[in-house]
Structures are given as structure tokens and as C-alpha cells.
């Protein structure tokens, strides 16, 4: 069973889910992970972690991970975007688990208040009090921030691998190589989750779906 709901800008998921492997990817925004029961095991370039019940995992935007679920799971994801974050200052939220129950409970309190429609500047507010809790070095949380050389790399998704390779200075079978290795996506497959992301974006607003196909290159147009 799984569920998506929009409010605002900010999307929840929710699953219960027995077994299941989702494939490497990253999100544009924070993604915070609730786990009410069972647990799931998050992949990263250079770790793998496990969150179990009554943890939270905190995602930066660009990390690349994937999750594999082997047994009954529940739980729920919030996507929030980064300007919820960037407003805060000092407070500068890394990759890591929250398990402390008081810190749990805030983030369970941030859920609840996407889910009664508080407004945006509300919220804003609310994140800026929960960066500050979590950032209280007495509740000893696993912070993983080491991981941040794994982000996805800023590029220009309008140039051909072999001009990439070029401004890189390297060959194209390296830079390929090397790009894979430290992003964890090949080139072709960023470039195809970018254009996911944009269709997404581009189908909320409003545009056909045809027009959105033909537009990001998933149809061709034939000229009778």
C-alpha cells in the first residue's frame, strides 16, 4: 500500500511495504524518512545504513542512495523544498539519523502540521525551531555529513557526454568513468531522472501531457 498527498509545496509519501528495492536515484529537496515499524536499509556511495522503527533518516538534496525493504515496513517520507532550509541560518541540516525520542517527536509534530494545512510562513518557522533542536549536541544523533562529496555535480544537461569530457579535460570513456564513480549515476541516467523531475513539474502546472512528452524528448513529432 502506498500513498502520495501534496500540500503546499511539500509532498508526503507514505508506504507499507513487505519487499521492495528502489533503484539509485537523488531528490532536488530534503527528504525526511519516519519509520513506524519494521526498517529499511538506505545505500550510499560509501555506506550503508539501517533505520528501524521510531527512527528518522534526513536525506540533503542531491545525495544519491537508494532503499531496500526485506520486511513488513511502515512508514512515511516528507519531500520539503530547500528554501524551508535555507532560511535557517547557522543551522545547516546534514545527512544523518535522528533517534532521540524528543527529537523524533518534533519531527512527528512537523508531520502533523503538513497534514492540518498550517501555512507556509508557519512551517518556515516551525523547521527553523526543529533545525535548532536537532542540531543540540546532547541528543548525540549519527550524523553522516561525510558523505557530501557524493552529491550530484552541478553540469549542463544540454551538452553531449563527449563536450562534458572536453570542459573536464578528460576523455570521454573517463570522464564517463569517473562521473559514475563519485556521482553513483551515469550520465544518461541523471540526465533521464532530470527530465523525470521536470515532466513532473511541468504536468503540476497544468501542460498536456503530449506536449510535455514532446517537449523533453520522451516522443518524437512526425512531419507528414
Not at 533521464?192 to 503540476?204: D, F, G, H, N, V
Request: charged letters at 30%; a positive charge; hydrophobic letters at 35%.
Amino acid at each position: 500500500m502506498v500513498r502520495y498527498k501534496k500540500y503546499l509545496d511539500i509532498e508526503v509519501f507514505e508506504g507499507k511495504i513487505t519487499n521492495h528495492q528502489y533503484p539509485w536515484h537523488f531528490h532536488h529537496c530534503y527528504t525526511i524518512i519516519i519509520v513506524e515499524s519494521g526498517s529499511i536499509i538506505y545505500e550510499f556511495q560509501d555506506k550503508s545504513i539501517r533505520v528501524d522503527e521510531f527512527e528518522v533518516l534526513i536525506i540533503e538534496p542531491f545525495l544519491v542512495h537508494r532503499n531496500i525493504i526485506s520486511q513488513l515496513t511502515k512508514y512515511k517520507a516528507i519531500f520539503l523544498p530547500n528554501e524551508y532550509f535555507d532560511s535557517q541560518g547557522q543551522y545547516k541540516i546534514m545527512t544523518r539519523i535522528v533517534n532521540h525520542p524528543l527529537a523524533v517527536d518534533t519531527i512527528v509534530g512537523l508531520l502533523n502540521k503538513i497534514e492540518l494545512n498550517y501555512s507556509k510562513n508557519e512551517l518556515k518557522d516551525y523547521i527553523f525551531k526543529l533545525c535548532e533542536y536537532i542540531d543540540e549536541p546532547q541528543l548525540k544523533n549519527r550524523d553522516l555529513c561525510d558523505m557530501d562529496t557524493y552529491k550530484i555535480s552541478k553540469i549542463d544537461y544540454g551538452l553531449p557526454i563527449k563536450d562534458l569530457a572536453k570542459k573536464a579535460h578528460l576523455s570521454k570513456f573517463h570522464f564517463q568513468r569517473k562521473f559514475k564513480k563519485k556521482c553513483g549515476l551515469t550520465i544518461g541516467q541523471l540526465k533521464q531522472q532530470e527530465k523525470t523531475i521536470m515532466a513532473k513539474r511541468l504536468l503540476e502546472n497544468g501542460k498536456l501531457s503530449t506536449d510535455v512528452a514532446y517537449e523533453l524528448g520522451f516522443l518524437t513529432k512526425v512531419i507528414l
